[in-house]
């Protein structure tokens, strides 16, 4: 059997012991219960449309919709759940909430990002695609900068044929990529350049710039995209393996899709594996990066789906819910009011404007104030968020000194690492892993979720799960791995070791092999060594002010802090007091470019806040500024403004 007939993925491990549930016994896994439609939709045999608001429990529902099909064997033995999540960190979130739920099934379940699983397809498949389209010589990644494409359409627009030249011109650069290439399927045979229309001739004249004639060719994701989706056009084979292997698809955030990824889902899965798709049209906030708008109205009328509203919102209390209803109706006229089902824990207000002469004034008191809360409350720095809409590391220096007088540290989860971001790093399974072996080194006991994640995390990268035989090796090979790492740390102190050392000699313990080949498969938008990179920049910088290893681990994650954030990082989050800093034109400068998305920007921070959410400026035109929209719906909301000084 060839490796398109199977995908390559099924049949290759032993069918695990585990007991299936018969359907109508089968119970929500962690959670108390589900909303009428939330079961409905968590049921149902057939593409699903589910949309709902902030916090009503969308990524929970596919998690639990996940354990459902595997316990059941819905979903039976060996074929597989592929989830796909926009955003590498709402995939590992994804695929941890699932292990938790269902670690005998873990992996059968396959959490990615759009742009993992359309790169794997090329990667292992680009022999397959048509002769036209033939990859000569591999490809490197490559991000044209907007400079490029204006450079390029610069190019070609005075060379391309008369009838179309006007309007090859008009083709915007900040567009180009995610509409005119991201929009244009790939013909199986080459087109005639001079034919088509400008749209047609300016994405062929990019495939013949970067891709055609190049070796080896220059790709980014939108273009990786549009090769899976001719593969799969192209080999009917590799569509049906893809079909047998995942019949039941996922995708969480569907409002971000765009027209590439939803042309690619369209050929791959309309009218065969059953399509959930998850998301809320209110909080689109990429359409800057090319997300289709009524990307889940067009899902529902392609796929035919049945779509299932759901009300209930189990992150926000009452007063929050009904604050953010204002400004969901304002962006969605038709928005049902939500119901809240978390029960406030203060008595004051839930949300209130607060209004500063000065940008250190401004920190002074937020930071004293988190302080007294703290004190009063119990609750940990962690509890607390502040946002903004774009430039938060403005914000970083007033707010570490401030909050560093009362012992409280902050994290700026925006915080470039190399090359990746904090957050990104932080939530990196191979980070996780790796932090986690240094913490179970170095604390031999009283870790037990420690203990348990790493090794949830090294079955998946020895695929063991099911596997009681493998299961032990690993265990095995896990203590082995933390003893020698222990006396490792015990004779190489903090203070006398680099970061370079402790990486590789944690490295030589572990099977890097398995790491890079599990790396390849589950995320091949990123590269191990990017991660490590990550790694090893953070390490060198929280080493020099460490005291003793549990220092070191401890600064690296910095998990028990106040933590600074813009609003599009603060996505899928939810945090008990949320400060949404900046209420001003400065931070809100493109607000006038779309004010439907920055509104849902707005709408999305907002919509992070558990209990309590402060809104603070220091200008004293921003209600009359660019964003008086914003002002006017918290005073429709009735939302409290207070001098602060
Ligand atoms: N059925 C449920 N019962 C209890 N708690 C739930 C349930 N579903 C979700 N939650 C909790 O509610 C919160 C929000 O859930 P989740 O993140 O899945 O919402 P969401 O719809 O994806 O939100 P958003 O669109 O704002 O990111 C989480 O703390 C989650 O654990």
């Not at 997300?291 to 779509?307: C, E, G, Y």
């Not at 904090?422 to 009283?446: C, F, T, Y």
Request: glycine share 6%; hydrophobic share 45%; charged share 25%.
């Amino acid at each position: 059997m060839s490796q398109l007939d199977t995908f390559g993925e099924l049949g290759e491990r032993r069918r695990p012991l585990v007991t299936l549930i018969m359907p109508e016994s089968w119970q929500p896994v962690g959670i108390d219960g589900l909303e009428p439609n939330a079961s409905a939709a968590l049921m149902h045999e057939g593409n699903a449309a589910v949309v709902a608001g902030p916090g009503a429990g969308k990524t929970e529902l596919l998690a639990q919709r996940a354990a459902y099909l595997l316990q059941t064997g819905i979903c039976p033995w060996p074929q597989r759940i592929l989830a796909i999540s926009f955003k590498r960190d709402a995939a590992a979130n994804l695929g941890r909430r699932v292990t938790s739920r269902v670690p005998e099934h873990a992996s059968r379940f396959v959490s990615m990002t759009f742009d993992a699983f359309t790169k794997s397809l090329v990667d292992r498949f680009a022999s397959a695609l048509p002769a036209s389209w033939a990859m000569h010589d591999g490809y490197k990644i490559d991000f044209p900068t907007e400079r490029n494409v204006e450079g390029f359409l610069a190019n070609i627009g005075p060379a391309a044929p008369l009838d179309i030249r006007a309007d090859v011109m008009r083709i915007r650069a900040t567009k180009f990529i995610a509409s005119t290439v991201g929009g244009w399927d790939l013909p199986i045979e080459m087109p005639d350049s001079e034919a088509g229309d400008a749209t047609e001739y300016a994405a062929l004249q990019w495939w013949r710039a970067r891709y055609l004639g190049r070796a080896p060719a220059e790709l980014d994701f939108v273009m990786i995209n549009r090769l899976a989706e001719l593969l799969v056009r192209s080999a009917p084979q590799l569509r049906r393996a893809l079909r047998i292997t995942y019949p039941y698809i996922f995708v969480d955030e569907f409002q971000d899709t765009t027209s590439a990824q939803f042309s690619f889902l369209a050929s791959v899965f309309a009218d065969g594996p059953m399509v959930t798709a998850v998301g809320d049209s209110k909080q689109r906030i990429m359409g800057w990066a090319g997300a289709l708008p009524h990307a889940l109205k067009r899902f529902a009328q392609k796929f035919d789906a049945t779509s299932f509203p759901l009300m209930w919102n189990f992150r926000s209390s009452a007063g929050l819910v009904q604050m953010q209803h204002v400004i969901a109706t304002h962006l969605e006229p038709s928005t049902a009011p939500a119901i809240s089902k978390t029960d406030a824990d203060l008595d004051g207000n839930p949300a209130e404007v607060w209004t500063f002469s000065s940008v250190n004034r401004e920190a002074a008191f937020i930071a004293e104030w988190i302080a007294t809360d703290i004190a009063k409350s119990g609750r940990r720095p962690a509890d607390f968020a502040l946002l903004a809409r774009q430039k938060i590391a403005t914000f970083e220096a007033r707010f570490r000194i401030e909050l560093a007088r009362y012992g409280i540290q902050v994290r700026n989860d925006d915080e470039l690492v190399d090359t990746i971001r904090l957050q990104d790093l932080l939530k990196h399974e191979v980070a996780r892993l790796i932090l986690g072996l240094l913490r179970l080194a170095d604390q031999p006991r009283g870790l037990p979720t420690v203990w348990q994640e790493v090794l949830n995390t090294l079955y998946r990268v020895h695929g063991a799960a099911g596997d009681e035989v493998a299961q032990r090796r690993v265990g095995d090979d896990l203590t082995a791995v933390t003893t020698a790492m222990r006396s490792w740390l015990a004779s190489n102190p903090s203070t006398s070791t680099s970061a370079r050392e402790i990486l590789e000699q944690l490295l030589s313990l572990l099977d890097v092999g398995a790491l890079h080949r599990y790396v390849r498969t589950t995320m091949p938008d990123e590269a191990l060594r990017t991660v490590i990179r990550a790694f090893w920049a953070r390490l060198d910088k929280v080493l020099p002010n460490s005291a003793s290893w549990a220092d070191v681990l401890e600064k690296f994650e910095c998990a028990d802090a106040v933590v600074l954030l813009t609003a599009h990082r603060s996505k899928g989050l939810e945090y008990h007091t949320v400060f949404f800093m900046g209420l001003d034109d400065d931070q809100w400068w493109a607000h006038g470019r779309d004010p439907v998305e920055s509104t849902s920007t707005f709408f999305v921070g907002v919509s992070r806040a558990a209990q309590r959410v402060i809104l603070t400026t220091t200008s004293p035109h921003a209600r009359t500024g660019r964003i008086a929209t914003f002002f006017e719906l918290l005073d429709e909301a009735a939302v409290p403004e207070f001098d602060r000084g």
